[in-house]
């Protein structure tokens, strides 16, 4: 039997994934042939432990210095080298050390000259270099270099452009013009290969943007290194001016999706008969794939008919699902509320042909104002509570709806939530139609009813007053129960300029944004408003590798009530969170309302919102690494009772506008940056509006409670916001945890 198990463990076969011969034998095995095989297993298990704890494969990088460097950046010739110097971030998940490696740094000095070449600069040289011990295994790396002089371009000639200004389908004198404006190469600039390769690419995409479908560009470069003169040869191959032919698809076998479809949405952007352009065949692209059924699509031009100088076009998709279920969860966590919740969306992209769209989206959690710890402790007078949460949304889509870039969306919502001021129980329906004749333009307009149960009650024995939540009174009463049923009916028309690189994390681009809203008059409903909110942001990444973006943005909103009537608490104005004002806490920039007795010598607020809007962002993002983003940021915001257009409206850059500074941290994952800032309101202003008589700010903000000093009973703290601290009584930092990126 030990032979039989000697040689069964000799063929491995179990290690291999096949059965054993002899399985039933080692039940018989002796005890003493046990222990020396428990014994030899562990021996193998350590040896493997500490094979694996392998030496570092060279002494820590702990700096590196490049001096000499003047018209070419150190930092980019870093960047275009292996050895690199230890950061401080690397530890882990963010990095880990860099080593020296003696055959990669010999070949680093090789890079760094070449570099300099292809800057222009043929005449640099490493002058000296040396590693330095500074430490136990760790090393200082410092280089010299010796610039010399540039080579810039002498002269400039281009040739094989003579056939533009010839023939009845030539260019006009102004397109012909354009192709040649603003070349990344220019007479008297250096010459940089990287400018030299980008001018001939450049100068293909204009020929083939006009038309010419098979232009070619090459050229060469004669550098005089006695004279540092370059002069360069450009030579262009324009070929035949095309115009677009037939289009045709390329599909699944048994396609769901009918061809027809797909090149009606091709044809908004590539129209029979005019003149090629690449520009036409990437809309066309965005076009099909913005159908939303198709896991791939790709438009791309056929073999072209030089006989009629026509080319077809050929649209190459592949369909996706169409049905499809996500689940998954969450957590909210922030100074003025956390939750926890539980997602779900289910979508039929083909719900009874004609690629029309079901989504049923369900999301159910439990909400907890301002913390967990605080509403489990909550007591009569405390503003704090806890509450069960859901939103219920159904959404129909109808694609080609009368036209082709018109379709059909209607949705009917069923929610429940809590607020720091009030909870809800309520719906909402919504229908209209979306206009997009450009993949980056759309208009909106719909009609909106939404209902509403409010209950202004905070705590057991203090209510918000209901002319606060926008509920009607009987009498002369405000204190009167603060519940009330609530109906909104409005129209709304929505217009949207998206011209970003990626929603998700922009980098270049801008997006211009406007909702305007008309509530009551002929539409009925219980409030006669109007409401003007336009968006504005911009984004653009510069330096080596684009590494460096900045990002603005404005938001200007006003709401003007009609008649001297009040408005609606759920269609005000609030700020402050991850994505809004980042100097306060979630939608406590506001005007508030004091609740329940005094706690501690401080009575507690809550917001109500207001009907003027003002938020402006300056964010500057630097991509240290692959996946780690540092961020410093400017944010403004202003949140006022009246609207932008009455007499008493709130000032910009006056007493009740805020501002603060921060910074912050993105760490980039598949499903967008998970991001963390951190920032510090500025002492400029007053004490937010809190409508309540003899309220008393507290005397000192603080940072998270360190240092804030709130009045002691007997109550003597100011009671005018004009004699207290910026944005009282909220402190005067706050830490913001969210994924995707701020704006």
Known sequence: MRQSLVAETKGNRSARGLPARNGPVAAVVPLRSLRLLFATTLLALVTACATMSEPPPGPKVEALDIEGTKQVSEGALKDRILTSATPWYAFWPFGKPHYFDPNAWQADLRRIERYYAAQGFYQAEVVANEVQEVGKDTVRLE????????????????????????????????????????????????????????????????????????????????????????????????????????????????????????????????????????????????????????????????????????????????????????????????????????????????????????????????????????????????????????????????????????????????????????????????????????????????????VYRLNGSVAADATVPPIVLGCATSGSSTTASSKCTQALSFVEIAFAWDRRDDPVEPRDGYYLGLSVQRGGGPFFGGFDYVRLLPDLRFYESFGERRRVTVAAKLRMGTLNTLGNSQSSIVTRFFSGGANFMRGFNGNRLSPMVAVGAPDNGEQQTVPVGGNSLFESSVELRYQLSESFVVAGFYDSGLVGVNGFLRKDSPKLFGPDHYHAVGLGMRYLTVVGPIRLDLARRLNIGRGLPVATDGYTYPTAGGCFGIGRKAVKAPLSGPTSPDATFAGSPEGMCALQISIGEAF
């Open 143 to 450: 280089v010299s270099v010796q610039e010399g002089k540039p080579t810039r371009i002498a002269a400039i000639h281009i040739d094989g452009l003579e056939p533009l200004s010839q023939g009845e389908s030539a260019p006009t004198p102004l397109q012909r013009e354009r192709l040649l404006a603003n070349l990344p190469v220019r007479e008297g600039d250096i010459f940089r290969e990287e400018a030299w390769g980008t001018t001939k690419e450049e100068l293909k995409q204009r020929l083939r943007e006009l038309g010419y479908a098979e232009a070619e560009v090459t050229g060469e470069v004669h550098v005089d290194v006695a004279t540092q003169e370059a002069t360069v040869h450009l030579q262009a191959k324009p070929g035949l001016r095309y115009r677009f032919g037939n289009i045709f698809v390329a599909t699944d076998a048994n396609p769901q999706v009918p061809p027809k479809r797909i090149i009606e949405q091709a044809q908004g952007a590539v129209h029979k008969g005019a003149y090629y352009s690449e520009s036409a065949l990437a809309e066309a692209q965005a076009r099909v794939f913005r159908m939303g059924v198709f896991g791939a699509a790709k438009v791309n031009r056929g073999a072209p008919d030089r006989t009629n100088a026509t080319v077809p076009i050929v649209v190459d998709v592949r369909e996706a699902p169409f049905r499809s279920i996500r689940l998954g969860g969450g957590i909210g966590v922030d100074a003025a509320r956390q939750e926890v919740r539980l997602l779900g969306e289910w979508t039929h992209r083909n719900f009874h042909g004609g690629l029309r769209r079901l989504t049923l989206r369900g999301r159910a959690g439990y909400a907890f104002i301002p913390n967990v710890i605080a509403a489990l402790k909550s007591s009569d007078n405390s503003s704090a509570k806890s509450g069960t949460i859901f939103n219920l949304t159904a959404e129909f889509e109808q694609p080609r709806f009368l036209l082709r870039d018109l379709r059909l969306q209607s949705s009917l919502t069923g929610e429940k939530g809590v607020e720091q001021a009030y909870d809800y129980l309520g719906g909402r329906l919504q229908a209209g139609v979306i206009w997009q004749p450009h993949p980056s333009f759309s208009v909106f307009p719909s009609y909106n009813l939404q």
